[in-house]
T-cell receptor, first 118, second 113 residues
Framework: GAVVSQHPSRVICKSGTSVKIECRSL??????MFWYRQFPKKSLMLMAT?????????EQGVEKDKFLINHASLTLSTLTVTSAHPEDSSFYIC??????????????FGPGTRLTVL | AQSVTQPDIHITVSEGASLELRCNYS??????LFWYVQSPGQGLQLLLK??????LVQGIKGFEAEFKRSQSSFNLRKPSVHWSDAAEYFC???????????FGTGTRLKVLA
């Protein structure tokens, strides 16, 4: 149980284009999902907290117009990197919090999406 | 301020040797503590977690960790390391009343044959 998927696993795009990454909780409902960014050989940096049916909460320093987050259902959140540039190249990981479980606010992580902007 | 410190950026051990990865945290409330492992290009895999109760926690792949409140530590141990354990290890803290995790900077483990 508690499986989170991400799609795509890898994406390469041209500078100036937009890229959408999906995060799905496959076997549970998640009112809250999180988006992290990980630079090579670095730790995870929380970008934003995504709540179903409401606006995402962005961490300080994260451009909300650059990284658009939508959490339209209890099982799906999307991250759109708009007008991507090479500096946006990174590993993006999502996680989801189980609505009904007793996981003590435990987050379940997706496998990550490698974004490369040329 | 809330933080997680993993003092060792790199650790190298021989296969079959014991392992201890250090994790210290600063957290204002009751902490929930986690250890994750990440292989290159992969996502995070949960090794073990501590919420309450027995302070010695058993996890997958033969790992264990001990919560020491007085030392604000949650060190990860394994009695005999296998070559497949080579990876990056992250300690994280969360807690009641907040959904956010704070991650440590990670420890990269290298295993010598």
């Amino acid at each position: 149980g508690a499986v989170v998927s991400q799609h795509p696993s890898r994406v390469i795009c041209k500078s100036g284009t937009s890229v959408k990454i999906e995060c799905r909780s496959l076997d549970f409902q998640a009112t809250t999902m999180f988006w992290y960014r990980q630079f090579p050989k670095k730790s995870l940096m929380l970008m934003a907290t995504s709540n179903e049916g409401s606006k995402a909460t962005y961490e300080q320093g994260v451009e909300k117009d650059k990284f658009l987050i939508n959490h339209a259902s209890l099982t799906l959140s999307t991250l759109t990197v708009t007008s991507a540039h090479p500096e946006d190249s990174s590993f993006y990981i999502c996680s989801a919090r189980d609505l009904t479980g007793v996981g003590h606010n435990e987050q379940f992580f997706g496998p990550g999406t490698r974004l490369t902007v040329l | 301020a809330q933080s997680v410190t993993q003092p060792d950026i790199h650790i190298t051990v021989s296969e079959g040797a014991s392992l201890e990865l250090r994790c210290n945290y600063s957290y204002g409330a009751t902490p929930y503590l986690f250890w994750y492992v990440q292989s290159p290009g992969q996502g995070l895999q949960l090794l073990l977690k501590y919420f309450s109760g027995d302070t010695l926690v058993q996890g997958i792949k033969g790992f264990e960790a001990e919560f020491k409140r007085s030392q604000s530590s949650f060190n990860l141990r394994k009695p005999s390391v296998h070559w497949s354990d080579a990876a990056e290890y992250f300690c994280a803290v969360g807690g009641a009343g907040t959904y956010k995790y704070i991650f440590g900077t990670g420890t990269r483990l290298k295993v010598l044959a």
